[in-house]
């Protein structure tokens, strides 16, 4: 049975150089940005990226608005971050993403408590199992990661523009490149599987933050998304167990913590480096308009202002 120790020593060489090279490309934001006297929103900050997106800001001594489901959820990673930081300054303010209702709301209590808004970080995702048609008759996972971040920056942008240079940051993902947009099916009636409409509503983020940024040219706020690298989180709570075992056993392994996973969304909301820069899909804290890791049709202007004028109808928004 030579040859198995021959297939063994071979798989554990490739396993090395695969976990070198991605430690060596992985990028860190190296600002030491002071953000005393600003305010930050962060959606989905009781887990994961967020979190750990959090955890950064309360460091720099942001005012942190950590926008969460679950209040319960949301005032444990509280407490967490405040311990880890010292940082009192940091609130838990209620927003399910999948309701309209619910971004109105939240949207009304910023506007009357908060003075000032510099960062918005459109984090909060979800990676929906199974097909959900809410009570507002959207579906959940088009209302969580596009329609509710689509309808929340819109209403905050006066804030934002009030508060001088802001900057807005989409996290999208990778999957976007095997994303689209079907007008005639926005609530995969025909076709819903467990990917499809993660995928689609990542395009969108793409598509939106491109949108956005020549609505804003004008502006002094910025927004720009991004892929986080693979990360140890949560989000693949509701896939089959056999998948997420197996993905479990590979993450341990390979996958980014969930620290090095907000590296670049950090690096687009604070860095010197990415002041000004606007409509830019970043990987790795770099610009990565690159074909392999955005969709082709991401520079489609009509397909994207299809979509704003799409998603202002869905979520009621005026137009402005
Ligand atoms: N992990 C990766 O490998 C990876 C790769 C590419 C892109 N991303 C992107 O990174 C972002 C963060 O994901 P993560 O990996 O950190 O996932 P996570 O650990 O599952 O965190 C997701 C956060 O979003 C919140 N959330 C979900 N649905 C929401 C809703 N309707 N309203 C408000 N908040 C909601 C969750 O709240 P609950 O705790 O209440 O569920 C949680 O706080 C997502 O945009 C995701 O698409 C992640």
Redesign the pocket.
Known sequence: MWWVWWVSIVVGIMAVIIKIYLEKIKGRCTSKADLTGKTAII????????FATAEDFARRKCRVIM????ME?GEKARAKLVEKTGNTNVVVRK????YMASVREFVEKILKEEPRLDILIN?????GAKRLITSEALEYTLA?NHL?PFLLTNLLLGLLKKSGASRIVM????VNIIGKINFDDMTWIRKFDNGEPYFDT?FANILFTKELSRRLEDSDVVINCL?????R???L?DVPQPFKLFINTIGRLY?KS?DE?AQTTIHCAVCDATKGISGQYFMDCKPSDHTWYINKKAYDEGLAKKLWEVSEQMTGMTSS
Do not use: Q, W, Y
């Open positions: 959606t989905g900050a009781n887990a994961g990226i967020g926008a969460c489901r679950n959820r927003l399910d993403l999948g984090n909060a995702a979800a990676a969580t509710g996290v999208s993902s990778l990542k892929h986080p690298g693979t990360v989180t949560e989000l709570r996958f969930p996973g």
